[in-house]
Nanobody
Framework: QVQLVESGGGLVQPGGSLRLSCAAS????????MSWYRQAPGKQREMVAR???????IYADSVKGRFTISRDVAKNTVYLQMSSLKPEDTAVYYC???????????WGQGTQVTVSS
């Protein structure tokens, strides 16, 4: 059974930092593409960062230079380090796994990030 459990969200002031975690289970972590998405109120869900099975990464233009996606294979966990946070980063952040062996996406439950003074 595939499970993705996010944690690390919260309230932070503009300019601050947070690190989100996504603990994965039920599939071969290194044979999947892991992504972070976010959805702000009234907006569509958007891809924020992605790490491919080979370790390459891509980012949305809006977060380049501020966010870093990484993974710990031993812990089956993917991270999103967020720095220089802005109020417009406020959203529910979701972890997504594309599992090649099952040929489908799996989503976590989401974690709220609020950037406000």
């Amino acid at each position: 059974q595939v499970q993705l459990v996010e944690s690390g969200g919260g309230l932070v002031q503009p300019g601050g930092s947070l690190r989100l975690s996504c603990a994965a289970s039920g599939f071969t972590f290194t044979s999947s593409t892991m992504s972070w998405y976010r959805q702000a109120p009234g907006k569509q869900r958007e891809m924020v960062a992605r790490i491919f099975s080979g370790g390459d990464t891509i980012y949305a233009d809006s977060v380049k230079g501020r966010f870093t996606i990484s993974r710990d294979v031993a812990k089956n966990t993917v991270y999103l380090q967020m720095s220089s946070l802005k109020p417009e980063d406020t959203a529910v952040y979701y972890c997504k796994a594309y599992v090649f062996s099952y040929a489908r996406d799996y989503w976590g439950q989401g974690t709220q990030v609020t950037v406000s003074s």
